[in-house]
Protein backbone atom coordinates (compact mmCIF):
# COMPACT_ATOMS: atom_id res chain seq x y z
CA UNK A 1 0.00 0.00 0.00
CA UNK A 2 1.01 2.95 -1.45
CA UNK A 3 1.40 6.28 1.52
CA UNK A 4 2.73 9.44 1.77
CA UNK A 5 2.74 11.99 4.66
CA UNK A 6 3.92 15.23 4.55
CA UNK A 7 5.00 17.33 7.45
CA UNK A 8 6.25 20.69 8.11
CA UNK A 9 3.70 23.06 7.61
CA UNK A 10 2.79 25.89 9.52
CA UNK A 11 2.90 29.87 10.29
CA UNK A 12 5.47 32.00 9.01
CA UNK A 13 6.27 35.69 7.79
CA UNK A 14 6.48 37.16 4.39
CA UNK A 15 9.97 36.89 3.68
CA UNK A 16 10.73 33.46 5.95
CA UNK A 17 11.77 30.16 4.50
CA UNK A 18 9.96 26.90 5.40
CA UNK A 19 11.11 23.10 4.20
CA UNK A 20 8.04 20.63 3.76
CA UNK A 21 8.93 16.83 4.16
CA UNK A 22 6.59 13.94 2.57
CA UNK A 23 7.70 10.16 3.37
CA UNK A 24 6.80 7.63 1.35
CA UNK A 25 6.62 4.25 2.25
CA UNK A 26 5.17 0.92 -0.13
CA UNK A 27 7.31 1.85 -2.54
CA UNK A 28 11.05 2.31 -3.58
CA UNK A 29 11.06 6.42 -4.07
CA UNK A 30 14.22 5.75 -6.53
CA UNK A 31 11.57 4.82 -9.59
CA UNK A 32 8.76 7.34 -9.38
CA UNK A 33 8.68 10.86 -10.63
CA UNK A 34 7.13 13.07 -7.89
CA UNK A 35 5.43 16.13 -7.73
CA UNK A 36 4.13 18.86 -5.24
CA UNK A 37 0.42 20.85 -5.58
CA UNK A 38 -1.11 22.94 -3.36
CA UNK A 39 -4.91 24.70 -2.67
CA UNK A 40 -5.70 28.10 -1.64
CA UNK A 41 -9.40 28.54 0.11
CA UNK A 42 -12.10 28.56 -3.03
CA UNK A 43 -9.36 27.73 -5.62
CA UNK A 44 -8.64 24.43 -7.42
CA UNK A 45 -5.76 22.59 -6.84
CA UNK A 46 -2.81 24.08 -8.40
CA UNK A 47 0.68 22.69 -9.86
CA UNK A 48 3.99 23.73 -7.86
CA UNK A 49 6.36 20.98 -9.22
CA UNK A 50 7.23 18.15 -10.85
CA UNK A 51 10.41 15.82 -10.37
CA UNK A 52 11.33 13.25 -12.54
CA UNK A 53 11.97 10.16 -11.56
CA UNK A 54 15.87 10.29 -12.30
CA UNK A 55 15.95 13.88 -10.81
CA UNK A 56 17.30 14.92 -14.04
CA UNK A 57 14.02 16.98 -14.60
CA UNK A 58 12.13 19.52 -12.63
CA UNK A 59 9.37 21.88 -13.45
CA UNK A 60 8.43 24.62 -11.62
CA UNK A 61 5.48 26.66 -11.37
CA UNK A 62 5.78 30.50 -12.33
CA UNK A 63 4.72 31.49 -9.24
CA UNK A 64 7.61 29.17 -7.59
CA UNK A 65 10.28 30.19 -9.81
CA UNK A 66 13.84 31.05 -7.75
CA UNK A 67 11.92 30.84 -4.54
CA UNK A 68 11.21 27.00 -4.54
CA UNK A 69 13.15 23.90 -4.39
CA UNK A 70 12.38 20.01 -4.78
CA UNK A 71 14.46 17.23 -4.05
CA UNK A 72 14.40 14.31 -2.68
CA UNK A 73 16.58 12.09 -0.38
CA UNK A 74 16.27 7.72 -1.49
CA UNK A 75 17.70 6.32 1.65
CA UNK A 76 14.87 8.20 3.36
CA UNK A 77 12.96 7.52 0.83
CA UNK A 78 11.65 11.44 1.13
CA UNK A 79 10.98 14.15 -1.17
CA UNK A 80 11.53 18.31 0.30
CA UNK A 81 10.35 21.62 -0.57
CA UNK A 82 12.31 24.07 0.38
CA UNK A 83 10.47 27.43 0.10
CA UNK A 84 12.49 30.78 0.51
CA UNK A 85 10.86 34.12 0.41
CA UNK A 86 7.94 33.43 1.07
CA UNK A 87 4.57 35.59 0.16
CA UNK A 88 1.05 35.21 1.52
CA UNK A 89 -0.35 34.15 -1.93
CA UNK A 90 1.85 31.39 -1.08
CA UNK A 91 -0.85 30.00 1.93
CA UNK A 92 -2.55 26.92 1.13
CA UNK A 93 -2.71 23.12 1.74
CA UNK A 94 0.77 21.83 0.14
CA UNK A 95 -0.19 17.82 -0.84
CA UNK A 96 3.09 16.08 -2.32
CA UNK A 97 1.48 13.75 -5.32
CA UNK A 98 3.73 9.82 -6.67
CA UNK A 99 3.56 8.99 -10.11
CA UNK A 100 1.11 6.48 -10.99
CA UNK A 101 3.87 4.35 -12.78
CA UNK A 102 7.62 3.79 -12.63
CA UNK A 103 10.81 5.90 -14.63
CA UNK A 104 7.89 8.81 -15.36
CA UNK A 105 9.08 12.31 -16.14
CA UNK A 106 6.48 14.40 -13.72
CA UNK A 107 4.99 16.30 -15.97
CA UNK A 108 1.48 16.18 -16.23
CA UNK A 109 -1.12 16.61 -13.02
CA UNK A 110 -3.33 13.34 -14.62
CA UNK A 111 -0.17 11.31 -14.20
CA UNK A 112 0.11 11.39 -10.08
CA UNK A 113 -2.12 8.66 -8.53
CA UNK A 114 -0.98 8.70 -4.89
CA UNK A 115 -1.26 11.64 -2.70
CA UNK A 116 -0.85 12.46 0.94
CA UNK A 117 -3.07 14.38 2.93
CA UNK A 118 -1.95 17.88 2.77
CA UNK A 119 -0.07 20.45 5.12
CA UNK A 120 -1.32 23.77 6.19
CA UNK A 121 0.94 26.30 5.20
CA UNK A 122 -0.24 30.12 6.11
CA UNK A 123 2.42 32.99 5.30
CA UNK A 124 1.40 36.53 6.99
CA UNK A 125 2.03 39.55 5.96
Known amino acids: QVQLDESGGGLVQAGDSLRLSCVVSGRPLSRFAMGWFRQAPGKEREFVVG????????YYAESGKGRLTTSRDKTKNTVYLQMNSMKPEDTAVYYCASDKNPYGLGLRAADFGFWGQGTQVTVSS
Open 51 to 58: MSWSDQRK
